[in-house]
């Protein structure tokens, strides 16, 4: 069959507005499923006790966006808990790319989500998310304080707004396509 | 989670009578390589009748391409449950599988048509 499914991830820290940006793109409600996992198998899994294991909720937020006939993208949201990397282990094997979400006031919530996407090579864009009022600070300022190398995109955007959260988005696309190897053309 | 699932006590409400590894005979993972939450199932018979409850529910919901993280969501099934539930269900030919999702894209024209449709919304 050629229906095709393709994925791209909103990360950043918790409170980062990932669940607007997803909503304000989706084109149906955003939905959300959950993994139950029990706390022993985070860390060490312990089959005493059974009955006493307490089960943890990780919820995925997503979207979905009707590209043609047979193509659908998904938008997800990485969990909010930082710790369930497995989640996005999952989440990226495949996926186009990720736009990280930035809150200025808060930087050091968006570390973990542009570390996790450098070290796999996965294109990403850092997107400063205006929800919360005016950026006071210069581009430079923000990517010397993120760290990102200098070919990594750091855009603008108020993810409650459809058409900014779509030009991030647009924005991650061309990004992951200027990675591709040279010569990838489709089907010639 | 509004619907707890088996989880070693035998009481309370909307507790199967049937534990669901029982269920997916303890099957503990999918046996389909790349059956990603963002893979997309299609019921291929009508007639679900006969099936277990939970598996009923998934083929009803399946008359159109859906991801298996949808009918996660919209039947309020653990993720990795749907999975292993829609892994036997394509087993029993009762559902036909889309393209995986974990493949990298490496093919310029979809990103190209992604880009167009983002540039329309």
């Known amino acids: 069959m050629a229906r095709k499914s393709v994925k791209l991830i909103v990360a950043g820290g918790f409170g980062t507005g ?15 499923t959950e993994e139950s996992i029990t706390e022993a198998s985070v860390g060490v899994d312990d089959i005493r006790g059974i009955e006493d294991k307490h089960s943890t909720t ?34 990226s094997q495949g996926a186009i790319g990720a736009v990280v979400l930035v809150d200025t006031r808060r930087l050091d919530a968006s570390f ?27 581009e430079e300022e923000i990517r010397h304080a993120l760290k990102l190398r200098p070919d990594a995109p750091l855009v ?5 707004d459809r058409d ?21 053309w489709s089907g010639v | 989670m509004s619907r707890d699932f088996w989880n070693g006590a035998d009481h309370g409400d909307g507790v199967p009578l049937v534990p ?15 059956l990603d939450l ?18 009923d529910a998934i083929v009803k919901r399946c008359q159109t391409w859906i991801s298996i993280a ?18 036997v269900l394509l087993e029993r030919q009762f559902l036909a599988v889309g393209s995986p999702a974990q493949e990298t894209i490496v093919d310029r024209g979809i990103l190209e048509k992604i880009l167009v449709r983002l540039k329309s919304l």
């Open chain 2, 20 to 34: 669901l590894y029982v269920l997916v005979n303890g099957r503990t993972s999918p046996r389909t390589v790349g």
């Open chain 1, 156 to 160: 603008w955007c108020d993810a409650r």
């Open chain 2, 38 to 55: 963002a893979t997309q199932v299609i019921a291929l018979k009508a007639d679900s009748g006969g099936l277990e409850p939970e598996y």
């Open chain 1, 112 to 138: 973990p989500a542009i570390d996790y996407f450098e070290q796999r090579r996965i294109p990403f864009v850092a997107a400063v998310n205006k929800f919360y009022g005016e950026c006071p600070y210069e």
């Open chain 1, 164 to 184: 900014s959260s779509a030009l991030t988005l647009i924005r991650l696309v061309e990004h992951a396509m200027s990675q591709l190897p040279v010569g990838t």
């Open chain 1, 58 to 91: 990780v919820a995925l937020d997503f979207g979905r966006i009707t590209i043609t006939d047979d193509i659908v993208l998904y938008v997800f949201g990485t969990p909010g808990q930082d710790r369930f990397w497995f989640m996005w282990d999952e989440l």
């Open chain 1, 18 to 32: 990932k669940t607007t940006f997803v909503g304000s793109v989706s084109e149906i409600s955003p939905l959300t």
């Open chain 2, 70 to 87: 949808e009918i996660s969501s919209y039947l309020k099934y653990p993720l990795t449950l749907t999975r292993i539930l829609v892994d």
